[in-house]
């Protein structure tokens, strides 16, 4: 069982709540190169449960955003290729799937960087995430269902989604990501340069969808709201897992207090130079 111990070893994992759901995405040794020279997954395994929500974590460059590609296909478009492995999404292998298909399977990506429409008003943005449905009545009912899941957008339905702010962009494209009606959904460090009231807001949307029976894979820089959100979480080094565990065992965990969250033994904020510093020992990661 996962609940028991942090895992060190790759041969020592277990799945994330093993117990509970079974996966609806399974990485099983995923390698990825870059331009057939940069190898950024080395052996990449881990899974989400079906209902679930899972933190991938990691510093800079450690290969997070790459997992995600490489899960949604839309890393053929960075040069990149999976070569190695295998990616299961709802019982089937997906890896090597253009984009489109694994979205139309269910499966939907939420890159970093907020690209609206920055013309459009927030219902265009929407409808362009529906393209896909047989009629318009169809494509409605979805979109009144983004609306109750996030009922900021409703307000701003015809507002340039240009001119929104950093928090309300963010909301809109998980808005239009939900028009697909997922059954997964990866999202990319979607805190990135929000206020922190923002950021709780955009979170709480995902901690609804969530509670409607969607699945979350979650990409972020900020340990603490993505362990807050997070079942399980799994933490990156050069292109590999190198720490797992339950969420809450992981906010426990002294190293990743002090390596991500920067939190010393009686919880208190250290100085960015002592994390630094911290960092620089890497003890844990041997
Ligand atoms: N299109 C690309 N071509 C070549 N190398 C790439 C490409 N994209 C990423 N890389 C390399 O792959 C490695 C993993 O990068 P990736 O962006 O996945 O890391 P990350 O953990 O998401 O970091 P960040 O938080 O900075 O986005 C890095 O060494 C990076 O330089």
């Not at 990485?27 to 989400?48: F, P």
């Not at 299961?88 to 970093?112: C, K, N, S, W, Y």
């Not at 318009?136 to 996030?150: K, L, T, W």
């Not at 339905?157 to 950093?166: E, N, Q, V």
Request: aromatic letters at 4%; hydrophobic letters at 40%; one cysteine or more.
């Amino acid at each position: 069982m996962v609940n028991s111990a942090l895992a060190a070893a790759p041969d020592q994992r277990t799945t994330p709540d093993a117990a509970a759901n079974p996966a609806v995405l399974t990485l099983s040794n995923v390698e990825v190169l870059y331009a057939e020279v940069i190898l950024a997954l080395k052996g990449m395994s881990m899974q989400v449960p079906e209902g679930g929500c899972v933190a991938l974590l990691g510093a800079n460059g450690a290969g997070k955003s790459t997992t995600l590609k490489a899960i949604s296909g839309v890393i053929d478009s960075e040069d990149g290729r999976v070569s190695g492995g295998t990616i299961t999404f709802d019982g089937r292998p997906i890896q090597g799937h253009d984009p489109a298909t694994v979205v139309r399977g269910g499966l939907v990506h939420v890159m970093e960087g907020r690209r609206v429409l920055q013309h459009m008003t927030v219902e265009q943005n929407l409808i362009i995430g529906g393209h896909m449905f047989p009629s318009a009545q169809a494509m409605r009912r979805a979109m009144d269902s983004v609306y109750e899941a996030i009922p900021r957008l409703a307000d701003l339905r015809k507002r340039t989604a240009g001119y929104l702010s950093g928090g309300e962009q963010q909301m809109l494209v998980i808005g239009r990501a939900i028009m697909a009606e997922p059954k997964l959904m990866l999202i990319d460090e979607p805190s990135l340069g929000l206020a922190p009231r923002m950021v709780e807001e955009v979170f709480s949307v995902l901690r609804h969808l969530r509670e409607q029976g969607l699945s979350l894979l979650i990409v972020e820089q900020n340990t603490r709201v993505a362990l807050e959100i997070a079942d399980y979480g799994y933490v990156m080094e050069s292109g590999r897992i190198v720490l797992e565990g339950q969420a809450q065992e992981l906010r426990d965990n002294e190293d990743v207090r002090e390596f991500y969250l920067g939190l010393d033994r009686e919880g208190v904020r250290k100085s960015f130079r002592e994390v630094k510093h911290y960092k620089r020992r890497k003890r844990w990661l041997g």
